[in-house]
Each structure stands twice: as C-alpha cells, then as structure tokens.
C-alpha cells in the first residue's frame, strides 16, 4: 500500500499499473556497477540500517573487487566518507546525476535486509509489524562491517557505559527533557557524546567498546 508517484518518474499509477517519463537518452552509461541508490539515501539512519548492510551483504556475497559503487549526490558525507575507507583497494564511488536516468551494462545489486515500503498509505501498528528484520539476520553483516572498518583489531577505548544523544541545536528530532535526561545518564556513569561529533568510523568504535 504505497504511494509510487512520490517518485519523480512516476507520472499516474494504479493497482496494476504505472506510467513513468524516461530520458530520450541516459545522463550516464556505465560498464559495471553496484547499486545502492535510493529513495533514503539522504537519510543517515537509512545508511545504518538499510544502504550500508546492503552493500556488505554484496560483499560477503563475493561482489569483485574491481566493481565501482553507485550512489547518490546527496548522501550524508559521514556516510560517504566511510564507505569510500570501506571499499576495496579496486573500487571507486560513482556519483549518479540527480533524477537523472543511468544506463549500466552489468548491474550488480543485493537484496534489502530492511523491508521498508517507498511511501506507506498508512503508518499503523499493522504496517509496522511487516517492517521488522530479525537481529539473527542483521548480525552476520555487523560482524563484517566491524571487521572491515577494522575497530576488531584496536584496543579499546570507549567508555563502559555510553549515552548517544542529541545536541539541542537538532531541529530535525529534538528529544524532550533532554537536559535532565542527560543529568540522569551522568549519575548513572554514562559518558554522553553526541554522534555527529565524531565520523562514522569512530562511532562504530565508541559502540563496540
């Protein structure tokens, strides 16, 4: 139960079909590349749970070497620069133009561990309960991104107990009562830090820890 024509090319659509508007010709042709474009990937949070587990489900999958990346322009620069530290030394990063069409002779791709809808009619309890994954499935890929990212090989430095918080200044999803939220983490012995603080590469450590 979704809503297809939030998609740019998408012109009309009903139950059983969809008109969408193509390019004459492609704004960019390509021998080879893996995909991992999309609708969230302006969305930090979509890289943790959606776009990053996707490519090292590729990678765990044999994807070679030599296959260049294609995402986005507009993805998170966190995101952008750990996945650059995360890809082989033959590897490179395609930017696809925006709302662009791309045209690849081999395209590479892996399925989504995360079922998340384009844009749900509805944002019920019924609509939720289909949008789970299960942590049994997740945890393979995590256990990979550690081991590439390399934060299995360093000595531990992060705090035993750790509160990621949101700074006030965060407009997009301001936390309520943060102050004494952050007041009761601290009696407790937790050290807060705020994500964006720090790159991707050194959250994933500071969790680790």
Known sequence: EDIPQFDPAVLHA???????????TPSLQ?????????????????WISEYFPRYL???????????????????PRTCR????SLLPAGSRIIEA????DVAVS?????????????????????MWSHSGTEAS???????????????????SEGPARLYLARKPTNMK?????QEAIEAIAKSRGFEVRYPEDYSLGEQLRMAHD
Do not use: Q
């Open 97 to 100: 133009p925006h709302m662009a």
């Open 106 to 126: 081999k395209l590479w791709c892996s399925a989504n561990p995360e079922f998340s809808a384009y844009y749900p009619v509805r944002m019920d309890e019924i």
């Open 173 to 177: 999803k301001r936390l309520r009562n």
């Open 57 to 75: 489900l590729a990678r765990l999958a044999g994807l070679p070497d030599h296959v260049p990346v294609l995402i986005d322009p507009y993805v």
């Open 30 to 46: 390509l021998e080879e590349a893996f995909l991992l474009t999309g609708r969230n990937a302006v969305d930090f949070g979509h």
């Open 81 to 84: 620069e750990h996945l650059e």
């Open 14 to 24: 009903t139950r059983e079909r969809v008109w969408l508007m193509e390019a004459a």
């Open 137 to 155: 499935r997740l945890a393979p890929l995590f256990r990979e991104w550690t081991r590439l990212a390399g934060v299995d090989a360093l000595p």
